[in-house]
């Protein structure tokens, strides 16, 4: 079975997004030069799953940031919400994370890049997620989506790395246990 791996960005307050999913926040601070991990971290997953929300906002970039096939978790989006100029990198699926795992491993999939909340918080509920890198961003927004919210049952993590960055980002990477 595949396995979920995160690598996201949030507010000190714990937001990923504004509640409109903007990122202006995290625009606001330059990390081009620094060397953050996103490279090879999606040079090691074979598929991104994120949500609608998440999707709609990396439409919003302009230029298409991903080099991984993305598979959109959404009961509202169809095929003809998908952009002509990312059609053949996008998919829409209706599945649960149980499914879509399943359907991934008949599809020789290995690694999952998880992202969005509400899509890390149901792959966190079905124990999907081996492990979680997380850049706090220096700033407090007060309101958003949150990366994690209400969970069923306690997830046990065990701290396997910390990082500073110049731009006074700290980054976490925890192991699900």
């Keep these: ?12 307050d714990g937001f990923v997004a504004r ?7 995290l625009m606001k601070f330059d990390t081009g030069s620094e060397d953050t ?3 090879d971290f999606q040079n090691s997953i074979d598929v991104i799953v994120m949500g609608t929300g998440s999707f709609k906002t990396v439409l919003g970039f302009g230029e298409w940031p991903y080099r991984k096939p993305v598979v959109v978790l959404s009961k509202t ?3 003809d919400n998908i952009p002509e100029d990312v059609k053949d990198k996008v998919e829409i699926s209706r599945l649960s994370p149980d499914q879509l795992m399943t359907q991934l491993d008949g599809r020789g999939v290995d690694r999952v890049y998880v992202d969005g909340g509400a ?7 079905a124990g999907y997620v081996a492990d979680m890198r997380i850049a ?10 949150r990366m994690f ?3 069923d049952k306690d997830v046990d993590l065990r701290l396997e790395d910390v990082r500073r ?4 980002f700290v980054e976490m990477r925890y192991v699900v246990t």
Excluded: V
């Excluded at 079975?1 to 000190?12: K, Y």
């Excluded at 899509?119 to 509920?125: G, N, Q, V």
């Excluded at 960055?165 to 006074?168: A, I, M, T």
């Design 149 to 151: 919210g209400e969970l």
């Design 37 to 39: 991990g996103f490279t």
């Design 1 to 12: 079975m595949p396995t979920g791996h995160t690598m996201m960005a949030m507010t000190l």
């Design 119 to 125: 899509i890390i918080r149901s792959f966190l509920r």
């Design 19 to 25: 509640k409109d999913h903007a990122l202006d926040w």
């Design 136 to 145: 706090i961003a220096p700033i407090l927004i007060g309101e958003g989506i």
């Design 165 to 168: 960055f110049g731009s006074d």
């Design 77 to 79: 989006l169809a095929e």
